[in-house]
């Protein structure tokens, strides 16, 4: 897989993705991860990105011509399956989605920064926009290391214990049951019986059952989707 990030703050990211399971996959080949100055792209002499926007609203814009630019370089060596966006108003990213895009061979994340971009990027050279809340921040770097880092260590190969990644919360439409470890007695705290029981089924039981009540506490939501799916 590739992971191609466009970004006016490519300091910001590199420290990140060269950590941690994000560095190991790298190493192992299984994932290219490369991060592009959008300022490499522009024919501006000052190396500026951005420019005020037509109408006299507030803020700056980022322009189009070192985004088409950048894409138009990076097709001409591959081809991609999707060009995100990151936005605010995208639809909300959630592990079905990491699931889907961790299938992908090759895709490009550009981050927004400023007041936004120019609007004929939405609508000519992005293929999906894409946002982790509603919220706003500076820009979208933060977003493309949450969603990289979310899309890689599904791969397979790089977490060292691949059922662990089937576990986690959201995977299958539930939060993760409460997991312990030793001792099993602190301060008096004592981990529940079932998970010292040595009985599989039981604790697959519990799981299950720790798993629907947190959910139903926490993202009661997500029962209700789970019931509209099987409808």
């Excluded at 490499?40 to 500026?48: A, G, Q, S």
């Excluded at 214990?161 to 470890?181: K, N, R």
Aim: hydrophobic share 40%.
């Amino acid at each position: 897989m590739r992971i191609d990030i466009l970004t006016v703050l490519p300091e910001m990211l590199e420290p990140f993705l060269n950590l941690s399971i994000l560095k190991r996959a790298q190493d192992k080949g299984l994932v290219d991860i490369v991060v592009h100055n959008l300022r490499d792209y522009t024919t501006n002499k000052w190396r500026r990105v951005d420019d005020y926007p037509y109408g006299g609203s507030a803020g700056m814009v980022m322009q189009i011509e070192p985004v088409d630019r950048a894409l138009s370089v990076l097709r001409e060596e591959r081809d991609y399956d999707e060009v995100i966006y990151t936005s605010p108003d995208g639809e909300l990213f959630s592990q079905p989605l990491a699931n889907r895009l961790s299938m992908l061979d090759n895709i490009v994340i550009l981050c927004g920064h400023y007041k936004g971009i120019d609007h004929r990027i939405r609508e000519h050279l992005i293929t999906r926009e894409i946002s982790i809340g509603d919220y706003v921040l500076t820009g979208g770097e933060l977003p493309a290391a949450i969603m990289t880092d979310a899309i890689v260590r599904l791969l397979p190969g790089a977490i060292g214990d691949e059922q662990s990644a089937l576990s986690d919360s959201f995977q299958d439409g539930l939060l993760a049951p409460p997991v312990y470890t030793r001792p099993a007695d602190y301060k008096g705290w004592i981990v529940p019986d079932v998970l010292t029981s040595g009985n599989a089924a039981k604790i697959a039981d519990w799981n299950q059952s720790q798993a629907i009540q947190r959910t139903k506490q926490l993202r009661p939501y997500l029962l209700q989707d789970n019931q509209d799916d099987t409808k």
